[in-house]
C-alpha cells in the first residue's frame, strides 16, 4: 500500500510526533509486547542454546531436555503462571525466515506487503516459533488483509483525512492521498489554507475539511474526526463501530464517507459503526 | 591546502571558518525559491550550508544525466553559483550512498540489481535493506561495498561529477569540504556474522588476511590448520568458539569487517581527489558506532581521510549518550564534528522533536565538547519535519527562534574558540568491543523486530577466563566514570586503539582491562606511562593477546594490584572496590562542584574568558549550590536572566532536561 516513491510532505512537527509511535514495524510481527514478563527459549533443532527470563536474565537454573514438542514445552512452562507468555523458538526457523524473504529483491512487493510476507514466514505453521498465549494475527483488531481490502476498493484516486483533537486542538491532521489502492501522497493540515483556530472536533469544521481536500489533492472519499481518547478506544476497541457511534452521539466523533456502495461493506467491516450499514 | 582543518574550525586564507553548518536539499526545493530560502537561512546566522548530492536523482538512466535541462531543481551549478553570489559556504556529500530518505538511498535502480554489486548475508541470501528496522518505502538490495562492479559505477558517477565541483572549490568557489560515502557501515546490519559474504568480500578478506599474517605459515599457525593458499580460508558464519583456538578465525573475521568499512571510505576519498577535488578536507560521518566495526582512530588515520564526525539524533532522555558521544569525538578527533545534528526528523522516527527538546540536545552535545555540527535538516523538505524553515521558505518559528539565539551565542561569544580542558580520559578497551562481537548470533534479517530479549544474541563461552568482558554501561569503566562525573571532574573518551599523540594530552588514563588485550596498544600505554603519565587500569591484568595467546606487557609491571613507577609517570592496577580510594589521592582538583551530583557542569575556557555549563539530565527540577573558591559573579549567557554573585557558593536551579551557561568572572 506504500508506493515506492511516495511523497510525504508539510508535515506538522505536532502530528507527526503524535503519530510516530505507528512506525515500528516490529509491534505487528512479534508476539512480545513492551513490558511483558516473558520467557525465552531458543532452541537449535531441539538442543536447548539459552534460556532468558525478561526479568532476571539468562537462567542457568532450568535442567530442560532437547526440545522434541516445542508447543507442549511452551504449554507446561506457561501453565506454571511465573510468565506472561512464553517463547519457544528454533534458531533454524529464524534463518529459514530470513533466507526466504531475502532470496530475491522483492521489487515486486511493497514495503508493507514485504513486511506481511515476514510476518506470515514467522508465524507459519512449522513450530519454529511457538507462543503461548500465541500471536493475536491482529493488531487491535486491524489486519493487514482488512486495510488492504479497503484500500484496493477506493476510487482510483482518492483521499482520506483524520483529525483528532485534543484540548481543542489538532493533535493528529493526517491526509493521505491514494492511488489504485497505494498511498502515494501524505501529508498534515498543515498544506490546507486553514485559519488560525479554525481546524475544530466539529460537524461544521468536517464539512470544511471535506471542501479543502477536494482542492489540493485528489476527491476526498472519507474524513473521520474525534477526540484523542475516542482515537484511543478506537485503535484498540474490539468493536470500533460501537466505539464510533457512541461517541457521535456524545459530539467526541464525526467522519463523512463518499464511497462506491460495493467499497461500503469493507470499510464498514474495518471501521465504522453498525448505523451506517 | 588552501582550506585546512584546525581545532577551532576550516581555515581559508588565514581565516578559520567555524563550522556551524544547516542541510539544504536543493533538488527537493523550487527553483525560485532558492534565494528566499538562502536569505531566511543568513537572516539566522548560517554563512556555512550542506546539501547531498544524489546519485540516482541526477543519472536519470545509465549514463544519461540531469543538471537542470529536464527538471530546474537539479541544476547542481546554479544552486553553487548562488552560494557563491551570496557568500555562502557549501558542504558537499556526493554518496554514492546518502540515504536522505530517499527511494534506494539515493543509489540509481540498476546499480542496485545488478548481482555482481549485491552483498551476501551469512544464509547465502541477498542483504535487503529493510533486514533491520524500517527504512520506507522499499527495499532494496544493499550493495556490497567489496565489489569491483559497484566501484566501476561509482567511478561513472564521480566522472560526471566532479569535474563539475572542481569548478567551485573554496577559496575562489563555496565547497569548502567533502564527504566520503555516509554512514558506511553495512546499512546498519552491522552485526559480525551477517553480511557480507559475496564473492568480492571473500576476496577482500582473503586480502586482509594474507596483509594481516605475511604469509601462510603465520595463519597456519595461528589457527591450527594446514591451508595450501589464503584462498582455502572461508570465514566463519555464526558464532562457533569452542575453545580459545577457535578465537583468532573468529576475532579475523570481526577485524576484517573493520577494515572493509575504512578500506572502501579511503578508496572513495581516493576516487574523489584523483578526480580533482583536492585542497579541500575529506570526512566521513560514522552513524553512531565506537566500537567495531566502526574503528574511529583508525578511520581517522586513513591518508586518504582528513577527518571523521560522528552524527547525532537524541532525544531528551537520550542526555548520557549525547554526552558519551561527544566526550568519544572530543578525545579521539582532531575537531568533535556532527555531520548530521537531529534538527527536526526523518519522517518514519517515533519521536519528533519539540523546540525545548532539541534545545537540550544541542546545548548537551555543546557542553561535552562538540565544536562544529551541521543541522540536519536546517529546511524541511518531503519526508523530514520539524525544522526552522519549511519547504516553502517560511519560518517555523519555534524552532527558527532557537537556531537564531543558539547561532548568536556562538557568534557573540566566538565559541569555537573555547576549549574544555580535561586532564581525564577515560579508555574503552576495543578488544573487548570485538570479543562481545565475535560471541554473538541470531545476526538474522528482522531478528531485530521480533521483540527478543538482548541475551538471546548472546552466546556464553567457556574458555577459563578470570574476568568477566562486561557489557557497555556496566563494570570497571562505568564505575570509573560514574566517580569522576560525581566529583565533577570533567574527562574525555576514546578507545585504546588511540595514537600516542593524542593520549599524551592527558595527565590520567583509565584502561578497562580484562584477560586479554593486544600487545602494541599495550605497549603505546606503557610509552604513555613512561613519558610520564599515570595510567590506571582494572579490574583485570591481560596475560593473554587479543586472540588468546599467551602475552604479557603491563603484567611484566604488576604482579598483584597496586601501583609501580615506571619512567617519569607509572602504572595502577585497581580493582573495581577500590577504585574511589585511588581516584581521591590522585585526580586533579576541581574549580566548580554542586550538592547535587545529578547536575553536570563543564567549564570552557577563551584565554581569560570562562564559560561554565550546568545541566539537568533528570526529570525533575533541581535546586542545587554551586561551589567554587573566592568570590565570583556570573552572567547569564544561556537560560537565565539574572546574575548570580557570591562568595564561596551561589544557589543554581535547574529546570528538567535543561542546560543554562554562565560567564564566569573572578571578582
Known amino acids: 500500500m506504500i508506493d515506492p516513491h511516495w511523497s510525504v510532505v508539510d508535515l506538522d512537527p505536532r502530528t507527526w510526533r503524535n503519530v510516530g509511535r505507528f512506525f515500528d514495524p516490529g509491534q505487528y510481527i512479534r508476539a512480545a509486547q513492551p513490558g511483558e514478563h516473558g520467557l525465552f527459549i531458543l532452541h537449535d533443532a531441539g538442543k536447548i542454546l539459552r534460556v532468558v527470563d525478561t526479568q532476571s536474565g539468562v537462567r542457568r537454573d532450568f535442567d530442560l531436555p532437547p526440545v522434541a514438542d516445542p508447543r507442549a514445552l511452551a504449554h507446561s512452562l506457561y501453565a506454571r503462571g511465573e510468565w506472561q507468555r512464553v517463547h519457544v523458538i528454533n534458531k533454524r526457523h529464524l534463518a529459514q525466515v530470513a533466507r526466504q524473504s531475502q532470496a530475491a529483491p522483492r521489487r515486486e512487493l511493497t514495503l508493507d506487503a514485504y513486511y506481511q510476507l515476514v510476518y506470515q514466514l514467522l508465524w507459519d505453521e512449522s513450530d519454529g516459533y511457538v507462543s503461548v498465549p500465541p500471536h493475536p494475527g491482529h493488531w487491535g483488531g486491524w489486519t493487514y488483509a482488512g486495510l488492504k481490502q479497503f484500500a484496493d476498493q477506493l476510487p482510483e484516486e482518492a483521499t482520506l483525512a483524520l483529525g483528532v483533537f485534543e484540548a481543542g486542538t489538532v493533535a493528529i491532521g493526517l491526509i493521505l492521498e491514494l492511488c489504485a489502492g497505494t498511498i502515494k501522497r501524505v501529508s498534515t493540515f498543515e498544506a490546507l489554507p486553514l485559519n488560525p483556530g479554525e481546524a475544530q472536533l466539529s460537524e461544521a469544521f468536517l464539512e470544511r475539511l471535506w471542501t479543502l481536500l477536494a482542492g489540493p489533492f485528489a476527491s476526498p472519499a472519507g474524513v473521520l474526526l474525534c477526540s484523542q481518547p475516542i482515537f484511543e478506544q478506537w485503535l484498540t476497541a474490539e468493536n470500533k463501530a460501537a466505539c464510533l457511534n457512541t461517541a457521535r452521539q456524545q459530539g467526541a466523533a464525526f467522519w463523512r464517507l463518499s464511497l462506491r456502495e460495493d467499497v461500503l461493506p469493507a470499510f464498514q467491516s474495518l471501521v465504522m459503526p453498525q448505523s451506517i450499514r | ?667
Open chain 2, 1 to 667: 591546502m588552501p582550506v585546512t582543518l584546525t581545532p577551532t574550525g576550516l581555515e581559508i586564507d588565514g581565516k578559520i571558518v567555524p563550522i556551524y553548518s544547516g542541510a539544504v536539499h536543493y533538488w527537493r526545493l523550487e527553483r525560485d525559491l532558492w534565494p528566499a530560502i538562502l536569505d531566511r537561512i543568513q537572516a539566522l546566522g548560517f554563512s556555512v550550508i550542506e546539501t547531498y548530492i544524489p546519485w540516482a536523482i541526477h543519472e536519470t538512466a545509465p549514463g544519461r544525466y540531469d543538471w537542470g535541462a529536464e527538471d530546474e531543481r537539479k541544476d547542481l551549478e546554479a544552486f553553487l553559483s548562488l552560494c557563491e553570489a551570496r557568500d555562502v559556504w557549501l558542504i558537499v556529500r556526493p554518496g554514492p550512498l546518502i540515504n536522505a530518505e530517499l527511494t534506494n538511498f539515493g543509489f540509481p535502480e540498476w546499480v542496485l540489481l545488478d548481482p555482481q554489486v549485491q552483498a551476501r548475508t551469512a544464509l547465502d541470501s541477498l542483504h535487503l535493506d529493510a533486514a533491520w528496522g524500517l527504512h520506507p518505502p522499499y527495499q532494496f538490495p544493499v550493495p556490497s561495498y567489496a565489489s569491483e562492479a559497484f566501484y566501476r559505477a561509482v567511478g561513472g558517477w564521480f566522472d560526471a561529477l566532479c569535474p563539475l565541483l572542481a569548478r567551485h572549490l573554496a577559496p575562489q568557489g563555496c565547497i569548502l569540504a567533502v564527504q566520503s560515502d555516509n554512514e558506511t557501515c553495512y546499512l546498519f546490519h552491522e552485526q559480525a556474522y551477517a553480511t557480507d559474504y559475496s564473492p568480492d568480500s571473500l576476496r577482500l578478506y582473503r586480502d586482509f588476511l594474507a596483509q594481516h599474517y605475511g604469509d601462510l605459515t603465520a595463519l597456519n599457525a595461528a589457527y591450527g590448520r594446514d591451508y595450501l593458499s589464503f584462498a582455502e580460508v572461508e570465514p566463519p558464519r555464526d558464532c562457533a568458539v569452542q575453545t580459545r583456538a577457535d578465537v583468532p578465525w573468529h576475532i579475523d573475521w570481526v577485524a576484517y569487517k573493520e577494515y572493509q568499512i575504512r578500506w572502501s571510505i579511503a578508496r572513495i576519498a581516493a576516487m574523489l581527489r584523483e578526480r580533482g577535488l583536492t585542497g579541500i578536507p575529506i570526512f566521513h560521518d560514522i552513524a553512531y558506532q565506537y566500537s567495531t566495526p566502526l574503528d574511529i582512530t583508525r578511520l581517522q588515520a586513513e591518508p586518504e581521510l582528513d577527518w571523521v564526525g560522528m552524527n547525532l539524533y537524541q532525544n531528551k532522555e537520550g542526555y548520557r549518550s549525547v554526552a558519551t558521544r561527544m566526550r568519544f569525538l572530543a578525545g579521539a578527533t582532531p575537531l568533535p564534528f556532527v555531520p548530521e545534528l537531529g534538527c527536526g526528523l526523518w519522517s518514519h522516527h517515533p519521536c519528533t522533536p519539540t523546540p525545548e527538546e532539541e534545545e537540550f540536545v544541542t546545548l548537551s552535545a555543546l557542553m561535552h565538547g562538540l565544536k562544529a555540527f551541521n543541522l540536519y535538516m536546517l529546511v524541511e523538505r518531503e519526508r523530514w519535519q520539524g525544522s526552522p524553515i519549511t519547504r516553502h521558505g517560511t519560518l517555523r518559528p519555534e524552532y527558527a527562534d532557537l537556531y537564531q539565539r543558539l547561532l548568536a551565542f556562538l557568534n557573540r561569544y566566538q565559541f569555537w574558540k573555547f576549549e574544555r580542558q580535561p586532564k581525564v580520559l577515560a579508555l574503552f578497551n576495543y578488544d573487548l568491543g570485538r570479543y562481545t562481537a565475535m560471541a554473538s548470533t541470531l545476526h538474522y534479517a528482522h531478528a531485530d523486530l521480533y521483540g527478543l530479549p538482548p541475551e538471546l544474541f548472546e552466546v556464553e563461552l567457556d574458555l577459563g577466563l578470570r574476568w568477566a568482558v562486561p557489557r557497555e554501561g556496566e563494570g570497571w569503566l562505568s564505575a570509573l566514570v560514574e566517580e569522576l562525573e560525581t566529583r565533577f571532574v570533567d574527562y574525555d573518551l576514546a578507545d585504546s586503539h588511540l595514537t600516542a599523540d593524542r593520549l599524551a594530552r592527558y595527565s590520567l588514563i583509565g584502561l578497562e582491562t580484562a584477560d586479554f588485550m593486544n600487545a602494541e596498544d599495550q605497549q603505546r600505554l606503557l610509552a604513555y606511562a613512561r613519558a610520564g603519565g599515570h595510567l590506571l587500569l582494572g579490574p583485570g591484568m591481560p596475560y593473554l593477546d587479543a586472540a588468546l595467546r599467551p602475552c604479557r606487557v603491563f603484567g611484566e609491571h604488576l604482579e598483584t594490584p597496586g601501583t609501580v613507577q615506571i619512567g617519569s609517570g607509572c602504572l595502577t592496577w585497581v580493582e573495581e572496590d577500590t577504585l574511589p580510594t585511588i581516584l581521591t589521592k590522585h585526580l586533579p582538583p576541581v574549580e566548580y562542584r554542586c550538592d547535587q551530583p545529578a547536575v553536570h557542569l563543564s567549564l570552557h575556557r577563551n584565554n581569560g574568558q570562562a564559560l561554565l555549563f550546568a545541566a539537568n539530565p533528570t526529570n525533575t527540577s533541581l535546586e542545587t549550590r554551586l561551589h567554587f573558591s573566592g568570590r565570583r559573579t556570573f552572567d547569564p549567557a544561556w537560560g537565565a536572566s539574572q546574575a548570580l554573585q557570591g562568595e564561596g557558593a551561589v544557589p543554581l536551579a535547574l529546570p528538567a532536561y535543561s542546560v543554562q551557561i554562565w560567564e564566569a568572572i573572578h571578582d
